[in-house]
């Protein structure tokens, strides 16, 4: 993808789902901070709203837009609605991702199937809506996955099959789009390591106890810069902490060992507290987990 150009920052219209808090959040701000148009989407709607019109206030120009990514008529709805705002796309952001705590042979089928909705099929929606408008005028096409999509948490089972899902579905999109098509679009997989933002609060909680991810933990502004590097130079993938380079290499290269590894972070993602809201934001939205603007938490990758 050298040949292909994308614009500066501050000449973008960039599309963030999942915007409400985490990496979403800290990724609008940033590109609204740089210059760039910003339309912020989640399923918390007066939260978004919130964002945006501080964005406006200070000077930078946003919208929101009440989305979820698990229905495609409201990812169409998203795509339709910064055209008519802005006009166009440059950057499209696959972010909105929630989790389940809970051993996998105690997960109902009927939430494993609901965070598959989200966490996969939402990136489906998303890169099927927008590819037509990127085709058309070029830019770029990003979407979080996580040091799980080659690693592996457990208690975190089936957030990790969703995100080794979707490193599938974009390395296979990526060789379709550049390669094949030699379409004018960037695809691009960040994988970060634990980061910390309000993830554990917003996953539904099969524990006894409240959940947490083990740190050390990344602020998620290094995501969103490596989401906006990513933006204005092509780039096939990025691993965001050192713990990510270390954990997806041992899981590749030492199976066995990574195996142990693992095993070993099961009793880190637990704090010694009783679950606080064990339904999480698998099936609502969050807009009562934290006020608008909160990025950190207590340790998480992405949310919505």
């Known amino acids: 993808m050298s040949e292909l150009k994308l614009k500066p920052i501050e000449e973008q219209v960039v599309v963030v789902t999942g915007a409400s808090s985490g990496i979403g959040l800290a990724t609008a701000q940033l590109a609204a901070e740089r210059g760039a148009k910003v339309v912020l989407g989640a399923r918390s709607e007066s939260t978004i709203a919130e964002i945006a019109e501080r964005i406006n206030s200070t000077g930078g120009q946003a919208i929101a837009v009440k989305c979820d990514v698990a229905d495609r008529a409201q990812v169409d709805n998203l795509v339709q609605m910064a055209l008519q705002h802005f006009g166009r796309i440059d950057t499209w952001v696959n972010n ?57 948490v457990p208690l975190q089972g089936m957030y990790s099959a969703s995100k080794h899902a979707v490193k599938g579905f974009i390395d296979a999109l990526r060789v379709e789009i550049e390669e094949l098509d030699k379409a004018p679009v960037s695809i691009t997989l960040i994988q970060p390591t634990a980061t910390d933002t309000p993830f554990p ?104």
Not at 128 to 151: D, H, K, M
Request: charged letters at 25%; one cysteine or more.
């Open 96 to 152: 909105a991702g929630v989790s389940i705590y809970g051993r996998l042979d105690e997960v109902s089928e009927k939430d494993s199937r609901q965070l598959f909705e989200t966490n996969f099929w939402g990136v489906y929606h998303g890169c099927l809506a927008v590819l037509p408008q990127l085709r058309r005028t070029g830019g770029a096409l990003i979407t979080l996955g996580s040091e799980v999509s080659e690693a592996i």
């Open 201 to 304: 609060h917003h996953a539904r909680n099969y524990m006894d106890s409240e959940p947490k991810l083990p740190g050390p933990l990344d602020d998620p502004e290094d995501v969103a810069e490596a989401i906006l590097n990513a933006a204005v130079k092509p780039t096939r993938s990025k691993k965001v902490g050192a713990m990510s380079k270390v954990n997806t290499a041992t899981a590749k290269f030492a199976p066995h060992l990574g195996d142990k590894l693992s095993a070993r972070q099961a009793d880190r993602q637990q704090y010694a507290e009783s679950p606080r809201r064990a339904g999480g934001t698998l099936e609502r939205a969050g807009e009562l987990v934290g006020a608008a603007g909160q990025v950190r938490g207590s340790g998480g990758r992405e949310a919505d």
